[in-house]
């Protein structure tokens, strides 16, 4: 199936165009929360703490999240979460600079974001035959790219023409125009018939995940992807300047959109294994390259957007074929909070590291992208790709 006949199935169309919606509302909103929150504070100190709880909260809940995508269903839980998303953000335009409501509604926000980020991954599977399912995670991986690039971007050029509450009403109308989109697409029932207590449910997707040898192995590999992309959100403007920065990182995300389309039209069933180790040891490379000078910086940026594509479709497929249908939200909530945990540890240890040497920090992420594809060769067994069952 090419990339039309993907989307011209049933139901899909409205998926993705839930997707993009509510991933550019989310892109959108951290940047306009960091503008937001300093222009009514001035202090620096209380928009990180702002961010951090717009975030690590859920990231803590998650497993529990994928239970309840597991039990109430995907489309009713993405519905939930885009209507609470919409509430918070817009409720968030209208607070004044008080420490304890925009912390509060961060953290409130951030709770039930995994429903959403888990979920459209959890549906996309069910709507798209196992043959295609190469197409339909390329152009998952591909809007995801998409709306990191545009994200920034939009939020940026809004708040500068209209301010702080006009941008995050914006935020909140994008979450609210989402909504009708997930609404046309079948909710299947609940996702099981049994429903054991739910921290019962949420220790077993958990266990499940550790325990797994191959949804195992790609949190561990990916979250060493994750650390080296980590690195280079620091050195990257540090290197070329703020402005430079900017435009290489559109590069780079524009390159990501047309490597993922190209990963998903030559993936076949048996081959994730291989494109994830092609992508993350090419990235290896192209981080080193990144490390000497504006060229190297340019050229380097632009092969690792263009090899992402291998890396996460392969990534994103392969952990569809090797999980239980019944499990699959409680394993997307988790094994994605595991692999994001990847890009803070990285962000952290290039900064230090930047201060040290920036050719060092460059170092540092080339290794992690190399040990990345170490790990998927030594611990996901060949013929990863089968699916695990009925």
Known sequence: MNYRQVVALPH????LGAALCSRLAEQMFTFVLVLHVF???GSAALTGVVVFASVAPGLVVSPVAGALLDRAGAVRSVTADLVTSAVLVGALAFVPGDVVPIVVLAVLYSLTSPLNIAGVRALLPRLVPGRAAERANALDSGLFTLVEVAGPVLAGGLFALAGGKVALLVVAGLYCLACPLMLLVPSGGRGSAQHPPLLRSTAEGVRHVLTHPVLRALVVSYGLYQVAWGVLVVAVPIVAGNARAGLLWGAAGLAGVVGALVAGHVLREGRERAAMIAGTAATAVAVLVAGVGMAGLTAGLVVVGLVSGLVNVGLLTLRQRRTDPEKLGRVLAVSISLNVLGMPVGSAVGGVLMETSPLLAFGVAGLAAA??????WVMVPRGG??????
Do not use: C
Not at 12 to 15: G, S, W
Not at 371 to 376: C, E, G, I, K, R
Not at 385 to 390: C, K, L, S, V
């Open 12 to 15: 899909v169309a409205p998926l």
């Open 39 to 41: 222009a009514l504070s």
């Open 385 to 390: 790709g089968r699916a695990p069952g009925p």
């Open 371 to 376: 040990l990345s594809a170490v790990a998927v």
